[in-house]
């Protein structure tokens, strides 16, 4: 079969014909119908110190995708040949404390698909029992592709209740979009998004036309934010940026009681007044990594079920999975959306 | 000042000229703007039960109302003549466990404008500063009246998430009506709302087009539901009929780990199963009554500002003070939404 | 082996020897070391209804059990010979929503070790992995064998905080004064206990030192318990007794905005006043059944280890497994605390 | 009255007579019993930045005090002279959005006692009505004084439930000491205290014999902490020192999924390498200042009735107020737990 494979530890990875891997008694063999390009694959392509210090390779990477089941483990149960899903990235021991208690998506022993194992951007790819979600007969794939990384938003947006609150977004890529487009759907007093990428401020205000978006640092952020909350500052901040002025921005425009959900991974150390920033304001700050499972996947697939959120704008292109150096280059210079490979 | 005064243990009630009420240190002064009727209100004009054990006559009722602030007691603060208000039903004490643990609506001392004290069916009401609600300037006062019984809804639904939930209403008054918009706004999966009565089977299918809304007896609600929950149930259930069919059908049409609110007052003793209703399915039941002081109020408001709650098409009728027989027996009859009365 | 085997559906049980069962893949074969007789064998035993509805004959029973493993199937991972394990009775499909989103207890494709499979009232038992909970060596086999009913209880008291809380318990059975010493663990204001039975009643006296033990027909409970708490009833009630009395004594000792847990399984409907009982006292209504898996294994667990929780006195009687006749009556005579059989 | 009183913007205080103070409506005259000293009052008399930008001069200092009521204003209810009270320090507004959701102690426009207006380091005190918790006659005072500071303690310690969870307390000081108290008291699986001071180290090992007493720099925390959670790390940290070590140790030391509670205000900004310590960690960072008003006080009063929490042994030291010079010196130099003065 075709697969992207990351051979040498410098920029870059190549399309290469490579064995079908073979299925273990609790793994899904899946034609991959569809895959999207996350961080996390420009970190590999790029063979950044992220990727360095965690990749062994050869391997294939991508872990967003969806397909067709073609072959399933000797022990598998409750999924065919022919059913359609989606997979989750991370892999859980199902042993550990965090695994037995409600917390897969934080298991001590992790592997990630396309990480420790071999990933999607290919024709076929296994997916383990354990990280498989049926998707419905007829779903398009690109959806399934993408409900990982809306998966991300959801986990770190409802981390606690949304209705009548006023959230903050620090960061317009697809995952502060679909942040956006949830708190929306989940009854929001208002949103506003922030970033300083003119693509991405474009996309966010043709996606969220109610939503107040702003350029981070050019706009007064925080005088909008007041002005639009009776002076009391936002109830919920989401922080994509990652960044030591989107950190503190999420702090300075939260309300007292507010909470923050820290989701953007710094690559450097982060510096807060905490006196002010958290205790004073007694403010609430949740670590959010991945998806809680599966009831961050259950919450996406209700929440597009009620009408009230589609995903697909924040899409804005496809490859064919040969033309994958123009589609990563694209998605390392920030100047899109949602980018799908097509095996 | 014209008041509609409850002066005899009988049905019915009086338009009277009395005099406006004095205004004591921490009261306000309130010309009554708009106020609507309550099932309370149905309780007081027919003289049953309920309200012999609880007035002592003569009474002025009413107590959804808003209007204008004109005289304020000596140790108010924060609120000034011309202000415009809304009424909190519950005057609560202040000093009990309750009040002093963010519960003073199930204070232990509570008195109830209308019951306990003169009510708004009048030209002028006396409005405690606790059970007072500041209304942006030109809120419609119709708009400002129902916000109390939207908070009944609000706290019903409101006892944990909806985000992503399958929602069933039991009772297509205009409280259920404003709680199915509730769910919708706040991001439930799906509502489905039940009645018997065709005026208000009629009112919600025009209301919540969305909604699936289906009589309680005819239809073959569990089914619906099975249907649309992929065999699980709902995961909310609020039962606002106050009989025993529509509390048993809370039960069987819910989900394992669902949970139920009880709103509506029933009259009589209710029976059920509990092992098979409550607790194989771990069902979690709330009692609610009133609305959080003054949590629920700013979520109403904040779910109204969002754009995504429009309650005024619940309000099918508007009647002058005077015309009071003719709208109590309107509500009375249960063939009206939200019926609006104005003195 | 010898196995204490229901052969037909009438009162009693017979000790057969069968054959040791064989071992699935995912499955631990157990030599069992101590098993305590539940409420659910004496159903069986007696053959009421509630067992003759469920069981298909012959099948040997018990199910609160602990032992050593003696073989691992093929697939079993994190589990091996000369483990010590306590079993879990509930089998969950591990494929279902509720065991998707942390809720195995409550899975739709439940079945029951001792009812649905052949339990543990033998000198080997089978425990299919999603069953095993690992004990430290040298842990006492009683102490294992009762740690699923601790957890009962524990599932039921622990529905939320109870620090600083006043908790009574409706019943002194092993669960109840389980229920009793777990919330003075947690830091409970105070614990009352009730029940009818004096046996039961002179346990939980010599049990539970601190707590107040009050005959719950001959003395006046209400007024005790509002004595103790500034006159406004119980924050937390567990109630254990499954019957009318004991529910509706559950809501009138229980203060505005507490909460009762219905952990007893009552054999007829029971019938309240919803207004006053649940409604205008926004009480909250857990159902309660099982045990969280794994959290409720973890908490007995860390409360044990805290060494401000020994159950160990519960454990009245202990019995030889061929003096099984004497033990089952000795149970269903209410007169014991928890009682142990040694295979 | 005698009075210590900050009269110059120097290090120091001078005890001075001055008239007792005038009772406005809504305010208690109380005749101090006892008064303890907290950091802030160091600040104070140090003169620090921290209190060179908060007070104007002249003041009285001093605001955790109990004692009993002399006088009443016109306007209070449910207070009477001869009652005993105790001081909240935080003076609510009662009219901004925190203080109308369950937030007073965060109030939008707080006013501190012994900060902002004359405190309880002198004979008589005002006592707003909105800050007195009133204390069962026969208290003892120094008890009453402490309860301000041990509500610190329980605010930071029960954000969420501590049952069952390993705590680890960063900081000895009389709030870490309470805190430790309080861990234990509602069934924490264990407690470790970390601190650098000798004194400190030493008082929490007398008071707390149960826990592990560490030197946050000598002893190896990270591994004595992994040694008793199965390699885990703590579920709940509470961070008291206010330092860059401290405040990252909490973090080292935490499990997946813990939750760190930032009390301890640090005087410089705080640096965190956020991808490992909170966000790939899940970890949940509470801000927490004052006490939930009432709340909070009322779990303190609990916990003291349920028996299993005794502050009096984290007073140390008692002085009459003539000696303030010799108390604050002592209690800047950290040899001390919890001092009380006596007016």
Known sequence: MKALVKTQPTRGAELLDIDIPQVGPTDLLVKVQAAAICGTDN????????????????????????????????????????????????????????CRTGRQHTCENMRIIGVHTDGAFAEYAILPQSCAWKLAPGTDPALGAIMEPIGVACNGLFKDRIDGLSVAIIGCGPIGIFGGQLAQAAGARHVTMTDVNPYRLDLARRVLPEATVLHAANDDVLQAVLDGTEGRGVDVAIELS?????????????????????????????????????????????????????????????LIRSGRFDPMPVITHTFPLASFDEALQLTLSANAGKVILLP
Chains 1, 2, 3, 4 share one sequence.
Not at 51 to 72: D, I, K
Request: aromatic share 12%; net charge negative.
């Open 43 to 98: 970190h590999i392509y790029s063979w950044d110190p992220w990727a360095e210090s965690r990749l062994t390779l050869p391997m294939v990477f991508g872990h967003e995708f969806a397909g067709e089941v073609v072959e399933a483990g000797a022990s598998i149960a409750g999924y065919a040949v022919g059913d359609m899903v989606a997979g989750e990235t991370h892999i859980p021991c199902l042993q550990c404390y965090q």
């Open 242 to 302: 990652g960044s030591q002025a989107g950190t503190a921005q999420a702090f300075d425009i939260l309300a007292k009681g507010g909470r923050v959900s820290l989701v953007g991974l710094p690559s450097n150390p982060i510096t807060l007044e905490m006196t002010s920033a958290i205790i004073y304001r007694e403010a609430v700050v949740y670590g959010s990594t991945g998806r809680l499972m599966w009831d961050t996947w259950y919450k996406v697939d209700a």
